[in-house]
């Protein structure tokens, strides 16, 4: 039982296209995050969210935004895919009393 | 601004040695300290944790040391395996507005040859 799981693993896309990448957790955590990990493996928060309150990083493009249709989901879309977005992409969730989990990763590549 | 400051970027070490990661922080207002451990294709998984009301924390092989007056922290990994091998981030958390956010170290890339 997977607990923070995001698909697809891998996407490849062209520029200037809109993408989603959904995440799910089954951990009944009440907190969601998004992270981007570079080629160098640096991992920067994105996003935050739970049922009252979205945290963006103000160094993210507004062409991403997160979208959680339930306390279990927080998706990620992009628009106007750009070749510097292409990273893999981390869902992970947290409780107040719980370590953050993450998923595997979804491979984003613009070409 | 990068508030958590790790090193090596990489390091090698033969089996059965002793391998050191070490990390640096500035904020004051972090409170929880863990080690997160990645394998390639996988997400970073809690490895161990520390709160500043202790020096030292050890799990198995891991241990953690903490120094509150130098605002640093190291992990050492004993007997060291090549199963060991991975990206090792140290990492802080500190209450930020009304959210918790985890800062990463930049991470070590760990090889342990057999």
């Known amino acids: 039982d997977t607990a923070v799981s995001q698909t697809p693993k891998y996407l490849v896309t062209q520029m200037g296209n809109d993408k989603s990448i959904k995440c799910e957790q089954n951990?009944?955590?009440?907190?969601m995050y998004w992270y981007k990990q570079d080629s160098k493996k640096f991992l920067k928060i994105m996003f935050s969210?739970?049922?009252?309150?979205?945290?963006i990083n103000e160094t993210v493009p507004n062409r991403f935004s997160p979208k959680s249709p339930d306390k279990a989901h927080l998706n990620l879309h992009i628009n106007s895919l750009e070749l510097g977005d292409s990273a893999v992409y981390f869902c992970?969730?947290?409780?107040?009393?719980?370590?953050?989990?993450f998923g595997n990763g979804t491979r984003l590549t613009v070409t | 601004q990068q508030q958590v400051k790790q090193s090596p970027q990489s390091l090698i070490v033969q089996k059965g040695g002793i391998s050191i990661i070490n990390c640096a922080y500035e904020?004051?207002?972090?409170?929880?300290f863990p080690w997160y451990q990645q394998f390639p294709g996988k997400g970073p998984a809690l490895l161990i944790a520390?709160?500043?009301?202790?020096s030292e924390k050890k799990e198995g092989r891991f241990t953690i040391s903490f120094n509150k007056s130098a605002k640093q922290f190291s992990l050492h990994i004993m007997d060291s395996q090549p199963g060991d091998s991975a990206t090792y981030f140290c990492?802080?958390?500190?209450?930020?507005?009304?959210?918790?956010?985890?800062?990463f170290g930049s991470g070590t890339q760990l090889t342990v040859l057999p």
């Open positions: 904020n004051t207002a972090f409170d929880y």
């Open positions: 951990l009944g955590h009440d907190t």
């Open positions: 992970a969730s947290r409780s107040r009393l719980a370590p953050l989990h």
């Open positions: 969210y739970n049922n009252k309150e979205l945290i």
């Open positions: 990492a802080a958390l500190a209450v930020s507005g009304s959210a918790r956010q985890l800062t």
């Open positions: 520390i709160r500043p009301d202790v």
